[in-house]
């Protein structure tokens, strides 16, 4: 298994390039089904999360080619309507092919997602929103079945926003007969992105960037060429490194509205950001002042960017607070940060954070995606020298991280293992 192995270095400076956003290809992907024939997803990135998606839209019968900055997804001969339990146990957002399924082909049988390091992350509000439009639900063998001859238009409330259930029941809608309403639906960029997508292959939305959504159900969709979104948490990410930074940098191409609530928080740390279209220079303050972070649905704090930014207030002066909403006990990070002699202490749910002069280098393990970039942050502040192992959930959501921060200073290197 690859490691990093990260040598003290926070004298960045330069700029640094953000790519389309994971967590909106995924669904874009899963949208593909719905229109027979070739759509083509440009800024995607090279992820493996991305080639699990496209594993998984092979088995269903899709042809995808996957190249430089590109994948393209033919789902005319889309047949075999099965999420197998070796794809959804890898990736979690396998569960997107749910509701297309549904809605073109009347069936889907989809592996049961199972536990996840970040917390309990169940699916009932996608499965009660697909019963809601018409689809009959059962759990068998570790499987969702699910059936419909025909979807029908429902008004559907989610308890909770989530950002899943929302797409998935958008995706499913599009074909339901009459009109959708969905109340308390999510908000999050990705959301719009899937909504935009789905509005140029033909379908009907109306409501985008509220949380009440209307659906007009159409009997055709058509392919597209889409141009995917920034990855607003990857620009999170390397803001979170500038803020640690000795000198000023600049993170390109990225949609500063997606980010307020980060950035309202950087500014209270101290760093002055300076936004030119696309592009934020940020430049740290001399000391980090310490805020604290409550992770709400967007536009609140996103919980993605929670375990980076416990390591800026590791380094702050004073004490903080971190609590997340969304998923409560996603603190793995935590003890691996004390590892690098961290000052933190969990209270129920919330972290403690003491900030100290100096981290310490040492050896730390990747528990997920986001705690991983928190990792290589710590491991950039760190004294002396810090490996990262397990990077391979790093590698799901990042495309090259450490290519991309040694563009503009930092010293990571990349053991094959
Ligand atoms: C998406 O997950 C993202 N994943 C996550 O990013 C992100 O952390 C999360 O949204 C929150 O922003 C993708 O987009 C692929 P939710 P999702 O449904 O859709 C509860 C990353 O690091 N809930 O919005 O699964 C749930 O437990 C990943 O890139 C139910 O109770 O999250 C949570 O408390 C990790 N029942 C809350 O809702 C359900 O049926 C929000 O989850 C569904 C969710």
Known sequence: MDKFTIEHGLDLSGNIYVSGAKNAILPSMAACLLAPGKSILRNVPNLIDLKTMAHLLRVIG???EYGEGFMSIDSKDVCYPEAPYELVSKMRASIYVLGPLVARLGKARVSFPGGCAIGTRPVDLHLKALEALGATIEIEHGYINAKADKLVAADIYFEK???????NTLMAAVYAEGTTRLYNAAMEPEVDSTIDMLNKMGAKITGKGSTTLEIEGVKDLFPVEMPMIPD??????????GALSQNPITVCGCNPEHLTALLDKLRETGCKLDILGADITITPPETIKSTNILTLPHPGFPTDLQAQFTVLMCMAEGISTVEDTIFPDRFM????????QADIRMERNIAIIKGVKDLSGAEVMATDLRASAALVLAGMAAKGTTTVSRIYHIDRGYDRIEEKLNSIGAKIRREIG
């Open 62 to 64: 899709a042809r995808v």
């Open 161 to 167: 926003s989530s950002v899943g259930a929302t797409i």
């Open 232 to 241: 607003r948490i990857e620009a999170g990410t390397f803001l979170i490194a």
């Open 333 to 340: 990070h935590v003890a691996e940060l004390s590892r690098l």
